[in-house]
C-alpha cells in the first residue's frame, strides 16, 4: 500500500539556524503534498503545501521542494525561531486519501 | 467558526467496553477522516468518507467502524475496545481533492 517516510525523527537546531525535514512516498499518482506542524495538546495545523506541477514553493521562511521523479519532497526552515519548536508531519495525496508521514520532533535551541 | 469539533477529548475504557467518538464539521466540507496518532508512528488513517454516502478503509481499519451520519458528522466505533486502541484519535475535514485538512482537537482515550 501506500507509504510515506519520514526523516529525521528527531532534529535540534541552533536558534537562527536551518532545517530541513525529508520524506519520501511510494504512490508515484499521488499529487498533493502539504506539511503539517502540530503543537502540544493540539491538532496539526497546515503550514505549507506544494502540488505535483510544481518544483519548489517558498512562503517567508518556509520552503517545500519536490522531485517527482526521485518521489522525494522536504521542508526547508531557514532563520529558524523559538517558536518554531513542535512536531513537522509530511503527507502525500492522491484523490481523497491523505497518507501521513511518521513525524519529526524539531527542538531550536535558544 | 468552529471548524472541526471532536467529542469527547478524554475517555478511559475497560476492555471490551464499546463508545462512539463523535465528529462534526460547520465548513460546508466534503471529505471527513479519522486518524490514530501513536509515539514514533505519526498519523495512521483509519477510515475516511470522500463524501456523504461513502466510506473507505484506510491503513488500520480493523477493530472500527464509521458512520457518515450526514455531510456534517462523522463517527468512529470501537465495538469491543482493546489496550492496542490506546490512542490519541484525530478527526479532520477537506473541502475536495488536494486541498487543505482541518483537524480537531483530538480525542485521548486509554483502554485498561
Known amino acids: 500500500g501506500e507509504n510515506v517516510e519520514q526523516h529525521p525523527s528527531t532534529l535540534s537546531v541552533q536558534e537562527g539556524d536551518s532545517a530541513v525535514i525529508k520524506c519520501t512516498y511510494s504512490?508515484?499518482?499521488?499529487?498533493?503534498f502539504p506539511w503539517y506542524k502540530q503543537e502540544l495538546g493540539k491538532g496539526p495545523q497546515l503550514i505549507i503545501d506544494?502540488?505535483?506541477?510544481?518544483g519548489e514553493k517558498k512562503d517567508q521562511r518556509i520552503a517545500v521542494t519536490l522531485n517527482k521523479t526521485a518521489k522525494h519532497f522536504s521542508l526547508h526552515i531557514t532563520e529558524t525561531q523559538p517558536e518554531d519548536s513542535a512536531v513537522y508531519f509530511c503527507?502525500?495525496?492522491?484523490?481523497?486519501?491523505?497518507?501521513f508521514g511518521t513525524g519529526t520532533r524539531l527542538k531550536v535551541l535558544a | 467558526n468552529a471548524g472541526v469539533t471532536q467529542t469527547p477529548k478524554f475517555q478511559v475504557l475497560k476492555t471490551g467496553q464499546s463508545m462512539t467518538l463523535q465528529c462534526a464539521q460547520d465548513?460546508?466540507?466534503?471529505?471527513m477522516y479519522w486518524y490514530r496518532q501513536d509515539p514514533g508512528m505519526g498519523l495512521r488513517l483509519i477510515y475516511y468518507?470522500?463524501?456523504?454516502?461513502?466510506?473507505d478503509k484506510g491503513e488500520v481499519p480493523n477493530g472500527y467502524n464509521v458512520s457518515r451520519l450526514n455531510k456534517r458528522e462523522f463517527s468512529l466505533r470501537l465495538e469491543s475496545a482493546a489496550p492496542s486502541q490506546t490512542s490519541v484519535y484525530f478527526c479532520?475535514?477537506?473541502?475536495?481533492?488536494?486541498?487543505?485538512?482541518?483537524f480537531g482537537q483530538g480525542t485521548r482515550l486509554t483502554v485498561v
Open positions: 503527507a502525500a495525496s492522491k484523490n481523497y486519501k491523505y497518507i
Open positions: 504512490d508515484s499518482a499521488s499529487n498533493y
Open positions: 506544494i502540488r505535483s506541477n510544481v
Open positions: 465548513m460546508n466540507h466534503n471529505s
Open positions: 468518507s470522500a463524501s456523504e454516502g461513502t466510506t
Open positions: 479532520a475535514s477537506i473541502l475536495g481533492s488536494s486541498t487543505e485538512a482541518f
